[in-house]
Nanobody, 125 residues
Framework: QVQLVESGGGLVQTGDSLRLDCAPS????????MGWFRQAPGKERDFVAT????????YYADAVKGRFTISRDNAKNTVYLQMNSLKPEDTAVYYC??????????????????WGQGTQVTVSS
C-alpha cells in the first residue's frame, strides 16, 4: 500500500504560479511512476504529467506543456508540480497518483493504483 498526501492548492489569479507537493509513504518501489491528474466539475479526470521515480523521465499533456513542470526530490520523497502562467481553465481538483504497471503513453486513469485525496486549484480571471 502507498499513501499519498497532497498540498499546495489554493486560489490564484490568471497568470500566477502555484506549486503542488505530493509525499508518498508506505511500500514504495523505485520502479513506480508518479503522476498528476486533474478533474474539473462535471468533467472526467484528465492526465496532466508523469515522472519516473528512478530516472526522472517526464511526460506532459499538451494542455500544460511549457507551463507546468513535474519534478521529484528523492531525498525528501516528494513529487512537485510547478504550475506557471495559470489560466481559468486550469481550475480543477488536482490528484497525485502512483502507476505500478508498465503501459504506453498517454497514461490512463486505470493505469494508476494509488491516489491522493486531491487538492483544489482555482484560477480566477
Amino acid at each position: 500500500q502507498v499513501q499519498l498526501v497532497e498540498s499546495g492548492g489554493g486560489l490564484v489569479q490568471t497568470g500566477d504560479s502555484l506549486r503542488l507537493d505530493c509525499a508518498p509513504s508506505g511500500v514504495f518501489l523505485s520502479t513506480y511512476v508518479m503522476g498528476w491528474f486533474r478533474q474539473a466539475p462535471g468533467k472526467e479526470r484528465d492526465f496532466v504529467a508523469t515522472i519516473t521515480w528512478r530516472g526522472g523521465r517526464t511526460y506532459y499533456a499538451d494542455a500544460v506543456k511549457g507551463r507546468f513542470t513535474i519534478s521529484r526530490d528523492n531525498a525528501k520523497n516528494t513529487v512537485y508540480l510547478q504550475m506557471n502562467s495559470l489560466k481559468p481553465e486550469d481550475t480543477a481538483v488536482y490528484y497525485c497518483a502512483v502507476k505500478t504497471v508498465v503501459s504506453p503513453n498517454p497514461p490512463q486513469v486505470s493505469d494508476f493504483r494509488f491516489w491522493g485525496q486531491g487538492t483544489q486549484v482555482t484560477v480566477s480571471s
